[in-house]
């Protein structure tokens, strides 16, 4: 464990000028080795103290040492810093970014590699990160939403310097709109939302437009005070009602809810929109850099006017094109039906493009930051991405990392005349020090169905790892063969095998969600089978490569047996 802790110390410490912090290394630690979940107390303990240590070492003794002990980490952290192009404006020490989710839903891999652009930013210009939840639609918030932003954030790495909510600063956002009336730039508005729509389409100002700044601000106080019904008034911007851009088309400011807040419970009845808590959250959290997808385009001139008018500063807006994944909707309008309709086991299947789903399939969070600043970046041109290149770096990370096993899809029995008795000692990995187990053979097997098709009577094959042996009958149900010594021989095919002493175990594989924008029935199968007696010791959320099958996550056990979930080849 010390080993594990001291090296994810390092990395830690590297990543952030010589300072390693708690609660970053303890993620690491169990994100490489998930049992530790079991021993957090003394994790913990160990963390601290190993923290403490390396903290007292200078920045190029951290780096030496993480050279020696884990060179690929110190890598990703290499590319990462020669990939991320300079940010227009941008000064060492004064740059603020920000993690803005809405609490609507649960954070999936769009959020988080946006959150990663923001956080990889904030630290290349030693500058600071907030998390700041957009919850100001009670209607649509739920607290399980926050923790999800939060514990995904944590899980990617990524560490925050100040943390608030927009419904904290409703006071703020009240005087702020006062502001706005008194000036002349808001009114109130009590035509029914066809009208306003009808008018605004038509770019007909309301008629309420006209309304003298001192009945406004008695109409906004009755808002305020709880006097008005959800529908009978909302408080508009005097935008642009001829301009080519919709969104200034005398926008909606504040509406009345009267929804109960997750947090702010139901002190507060005026809420104010997107647009409105956005412009002046950006302004009053010292945010200089804006980095967001390109959906907001058209609401960047909004919120510019909106600040101008309060004389807020305006920050740097810097768009990319929106994360898409081939076969995997992002959007909650898509995926919540197949989530209430039971055609997902829920917001963490591994199907799904959440963070809590791609973390089940066995994606680890160092793939998805390698991935998102050397394939995605920023950039407005329009791409789907495909899984095959976010499995590539996963596979580059997981492969010296990750204990080998044997497992036997649709398994078929095997005899073999004349075979020793053999203790068979394999590597639990082929090429780094991760160990070994032990085996004992004598004579009865199980191979795969696939395996078993091309072979034929006379035949030679090597089962892996073991020793040669020569079909001698050969059916859907059993494979005769006798014993050819233990020698390699030249092209000889290699058969996987599992012997007598198994365990039942499954593998759900999984393909793309949808086909051709249509749910795909077939994108989750189930292949059973045999894994070898070690498997019993794997710990689930264990990452593990089943040989000849492709690397998985124990994602369970069912009544003992275990259920991988297919991460990819």
Same mark, same amino acid.
């Given at each position: 464990?010390?080993?594990?802790?001291?090296?994810?110390?390092?990395?830690?410490?590297?990543?952030?000028?010589?300072?390693?912090?708690?609660?970053?290394?303890?993620?690491?630690?169990?994100?490489?080795?998930?049992?530790?979940?079991?021993?957090?107390?003394?994790?913990?303990?160990?963390?601290?103290?190993?923290?403490?240590?390396?903290?007292?070492?200078?920045?190029?003794?951290?780096?030496?040492?993480?050279?020696?002990?884990? #060179?690929?980490?110190?890598? =990703? @952290? *290499?590319?990462? /810093?020669? %990939?991320?192009?300079?940010?227009? $404006?941008?000064?060492?020490?004064?740059?603020?970014?920000?993690?803005?989710?809405?609490?609507?839903?649960?954070?999936?891999?769009?959020h988080g590699m946006s959150g990663l652009l923001n956080y990889l930013y904030a630290r290349m210009y030693e500058g600071k990160l907030w998390l700041r939840f957009e919850d100001t639609d009670p209607r649509k918030v739920s607290e399980e939403y926050y923790?999800?932003?939060?514990?995904?954030?944590?899980?990617?790495?990524?560490?925050?310097?100040?943390?608030?909510?927009?419904?904290?600063?409703?006071?703020?956002?009240?005087?702020?709109?006062?502001?706005?009336?008194?000036?002349?730039?808001?009114?109130?508005?009590?035509? #029914?939302?066809?009208?306003? =729509? @009808? *008018?605004?389409? /038509?770019? %007909?100002?309301?008629?309420?437009? $006209?309304?003298?700044?001192?009945?406004?601000?008695?109409?906004?106080?009755?808002?305020?005070?709880?006097?008005?019904?959800?529908?009978?008034?909302?408080?508009?911007?005097?935008?642009?009602?001829?301009?080519?851009?919709?969104?200034?088309?005398?926008?909606?400011?504040?509406?009345?809810?009267?929804?109960?807040?997750?947090?702010?419970?139901?002190?507060?009845?005026?809420?104010?929109?997107?647009?409105?808590?956005?412009?002046?959250?950006?302004?009053?959290?010292?945010?200089?850099?804006?980095?967001?997808?390109?959906?907001?385009?058209?609401?960047?001139?909004?919120?510019?006017?909106?600040?101008?008018?309060?004389?807020?500063?305006?920050?740097?807006?810097?768009?990319?094109?929106?994360?898409?994944?081939?076969?995997?909707?992002?959007?909650?309008?898509?995926?919540?039906?197949?989530?209430?309709?039971?055609?997902?086991?829920?917001?963490?299947?591994?199907?799904?493009?959440?963070?809590?789903?791609?973390?089940?399939?066995?994606?680890?969070?160092?793939?998805?930051?390698?991935?998102?600043?050397?394939?995605?970046?920023?950039?407005?041109?329009?791409?789907?991405?495909?899984?095959?290149?976010?499995?590539?770096?996963?596979?580059?990370?997981?492969?010296?990392?990750?204990?080998?096993?044997?497992?036997?899809?649709?398994?078929?029995?095997?005899?073999?005349?004349?075979?020793?008795?053999?203790?068979?000692?394999?590597?639990?990995?082929?090429?780094?020090?991760?160990?070994?187990?032990?085996?004992?053979?004598?004579?009865?097997?199980?191979?795969?169905?696939?395996?078993?098709?091309?072979?034929?009577?006379?035949?030679?094959?090597?089962?892996?790892?073991?020793?040669?042996?020569?079909?001698?009958?050969?059916?859907?149900?059993?494979?005769?063969?006798?014993?050819?010594?233990?020698?390699?021989?030249?092209?000889?095919?290699?058969?996987?095998?599992?012997?007598?002493?198994?365990?039942?175990?499954?593998?759900?594989?999984?393909?793309?969600?949808?086909?051709?924008?249509?749910?795909?029935?077939?994108?989750?199968?189930?292949?059973?089978?045999?894994?070898?007696?070690?498997?019993?010791?794997?710990?689930?959320?264990?990452?593990?490569?089943?040989?000849?099958?492709?690397?998985?996550?124990?994602?369970?056990?069912?009544?003992?047996?275990?259920?991988?979930i297919f991460t990819h080849r």
């Amino acid at each position: 464990m010390r080993g594990l802790v001291r090296k994810w110390a390092l990395k830690n410490a590297v990543d952030h000028g010589g300072k390693a912090l708690d609660g970053p290394v303890i993620s690491g630690a169990i994100g490489e080795d998930p049992g530790l979940r079991h021993r957090l107390k003394e994790l913990r303990a160990v963390v601290s103290e190993v923290v403490s240590e390396v903290n007292l070492l200078s920045l190029e003794e951290q780096r030496r040492m993480l050279m020696q002990m884990a #060179p690929e980490l110190l890598e =990703r @952290r *290499r590319v990462e /810093e020669k %990939a991320l192009p300079p940010l227009p $404006g941008a000064e060492t020490g004064r740059v603020v970014t920000r993690l803005p989710p809405e609490p609507s839903g649960f954070m999936h891999m769009g959020h988080g590699m946006s959150g990663l652009l923001n956080y990889l930013y904030a630290r290349m210009y030693e500058g600071k990160l907030w998390l700041r939840f957009e919850d100001t639609d009670p209607r649509k918030v739920s607290e399980e939403y926050y923790l999800s932003f939060k514990r995904g954030y944590r899980w990617l790495g990524i560490e925050w310097d100040y943390e608030k909510s927009n419904s904290d600063d409703m006071e703020i956002y009240y005087d702020k709109a006062r502001e706005l009336i008194r000036g002349g730039f808001a009114y109130t508005c009590a035509c #029914p939302v066809d009208e306003v =729509r @009808r *008018r605004r389409r /038509e770019r %007909a100002p309301c008629r309420h437009r $006209g309304t003298t700044p001192d009945v406004v601000l008695d109409d906004w106080e009755g808002m305020v005070s709880g006097d008005f019904q959800e529908g009978q008034v909302t408080l508009r911007l005097k935008g642009n009602m001829e301009s080519e851009n919709t969104v200034m088309r005398d926008p909606t400011l504040f509406r009345v809810v009267r929804h109960p807040h997750p947090y702010a419970g139901e002190k507060y009845t005026a809420w104010p929109t997107y647009d409105f808590a956005a412009a002046v959250e950006d302004a009053i959290c010292g945010v200089t850099h804006v980095l967001r997808s390109s959906e907001f385009a058209l609401r960047d001139e909004l919120q510019e006017y909106i600040r101008g008018l309060l004389h807020l500063e305006n920050p740097v807006i810097i768009e990319y094109s929106r994360f898409n994944f081939k076969g995997t909707p992002l959007s909650k309008r898509r995926l919540r039906p197949l989530v209430e309709a039971g055609l997902v086991s829920g917001w963490d299947d591994p199907r799904m493009a959440t963070i809590d789903g791609v973390e089940r399939r066995g994606i680890v969070p160092e793939a998805i930051r390698e991935f998102t600043v050397t394939q995605t970046g920023i950039t407005q041109a329009t791409r789907v991405y495909h899984w095959d290149l976010l499995f590539a770096v996963n596979r580059k990370i997981l492969d010296p990392i990750t204990r080998r096993y044997y497992f036997v899809p649709e398994p078929v029995p095997c005899v073999v005349a004349d075979a020793p008795r053999v203790a068979a000692t394999l590597r639990n990995h082929p090429d780094r020090d991760l160990g070994t187990r032990i085996i004992h053979t004598h004579g009865r097997f199980f191979l795969p169905r696939e395996d078993v098709l091309r072979l034929t009577p006379g035949g030679m094959v090597r089962l892996k790892g073991l020793y040669n042996i020569r079909v001698e009958d050969v059916s859907d149900e059993m494979v005769k063969a006798r014993f050819q010594g233990e020698q390699l021989l030249p092209d000889v095919p290699i058969v996987q095998w599992v012997t007598d002493r198994k365990l039942d175990a499954a593998v759900e594989v999984l393909e793309d969600l949808f086909l051709d924008d249509e749910f795909n029935k077939n994108s989750l199968r189930k292949v059973t089978g045999f894994a070898e007696e070690a498997c019993s010791d794997i710990e689930v959320g264990a990452i593990v490569q089943l040989e000849r099958f492709g690397f998985c996550r124990l994602d369970r056990r069912e009544d003992g047996h275990p259920v991988f979930i297919f991460t990819h080849r």
